[in-house]
């Protein structure tokens, strides 16, 4: 039987981060370097660490992405 791993509430968190990248640790309870592009954001952390973080674009709350293909 599978383990059920609660999904985060990254919400307060995250609130500062608005319409940046940031690298959350493995049990998504800490951002460990954030920054205006992905590679800015890597570039921050050590070598070792990169393969370990989990990398998440924030988005503004609210954000519906829009298509004016139908």
Not at 1 to 7: D, L, N, Q, R, T
Not at 22 to 48: F, H, I, Q, R
Not at 61 to 66: I, K, V, Y
């Given at each position: ?7 985060p ?61 139908v």
């Open positions: 039987m599978e383990a059920i791993i609660a999904k509430d990254l919400s307060k968190l995250l609130d500062k981060f608005k319409n940046k990248w940031v690298a959350l640790s493995p049990d998504y309870k800490s951002v460990l370097s954030s920054g205006d592009t992905l590679e800015m954001t890597a570039n921050k952390l050590k070598k070792t660490d990169r393969e370990k973080v989990i990398f998440h674009r924030v988005l503004p709350s609210g954000f519906a992405p829009f298509s004016d293909e």
